[in-house]
T-cell receptor, first 115, second 109 residues
Framework: GAGVSQSPSNKVTEKGKDVELRCDPI?????LYWYRQSLGQGLEFLIY????????KSGLPSDRFSAERTGGSVSTLTIQRTQQEDSAVYLC?????????????FGPGTRLTVT | QKEVEQNSGPLSVPEGAIASLNCTYS??????FFWYRQYSGKSPELIMS????GDKEDGRFTAQLNKASQYVSLLIRDSQPSDSATYLC?????????FGAGTTVTVRA
């Protein structure tokens, strides 16, 4: 079946602009996760959704970052007033549920470059 | 101390040899353990998951878990050039995955 999809695959934006990144999880997966991968920082957790609610937003780096999920499916990660340090690959993952044994599958990512 | 630490690379092995990757973690409450493979410019791909102490084999891959020692390993037997990638160890507690920095493996023909 179809895997996790993300759009756009690449985004170049000017410092100070807002950007929206989209994630479409695997059909039937109730849990959705956002991660960020940047050079020298590895993969870091940003936020987790169970259904439409986000019980854990602790990984969001600042209040410029927000995310929502609608209909228990598509999620949007919004970065306001982008800064150069926001440049990274933003990865979305989904799993059947949050249960320990459920594996997380990643989408192809969105490469964000802030100039 | 980092939550998840992997042996520093890069690791270069000849084709057909065994590649051995190691990972230690600090949170004793961790309950699920995963290995992801990441090719350059691509996203992580899940290759192994292990939940209980002991060995788990899948094709040419064997994962080993020792919770008492807080240690996870991955063996790649009969290494192929297509195995050249960065391997990420991931540890899960509740819903959150914590990742190691990765070990880059190069299989030379």
């Amino acid at each position: 079946g179809a895997g996790v999809s993300q759009s756009p695959s690449n985004k170049v934006t000017e410092k100070g602009k807002d950007v929206e990144l989209r994630c479409d999880p695997i059909s039937g997966h109730t849990a959705l996760y956002w991660y960020r991968q940047s050079l020298g920082q590895g993969l870091e957790f940003l936020i987790y959704f169970q259904g439409n609610s986000a019980p854990d937003k602790s990984g969001l780096p600042s209040d410029r970052f927000s995310a929502e999920r609608t209909g228990g499916s598509v999620s949007t990660l919004t970065i306001q007033r982008t800064q150069q340090e926001d440049s990274a690959v933003y990865l979305c993952a989904s799993s059947l549920d949050r249960v320990l044994s459920y594996e997380q599958y990643f989408g192809p990512g969105t490469r964000l470059t802030v100039t | 101390q980092k939550e998840v630490e992997q042996n520093s690379g890069p690791l270069s092995v000849p084709e057909g040899a065994i590649a051995s990757l190691n990972c230690t973690y600090s949170d004793r409450g961790s309950q699920s353990f995963f290995w992801y493979r990441q090719y350059s410019g691509k996203s992580p791909e899940l290759i192994m998951s292990i939940y209980s102490n002991g060995d788990k084999e899948d094709g040419r891959f064997t994962a080993q878990l020792n919770k008492a020692s807080q240690y996870v390993s991955l063996l790649i037997r009969d290494s192929q050039p297509s195995d050249s990638a960065t391997y990420l160890c991931a540890v899960k507690r509740d819903y959150k995955l914590s990742f190691g920095a990765g070990t880059t493996v190069t299989v030379r023909a």
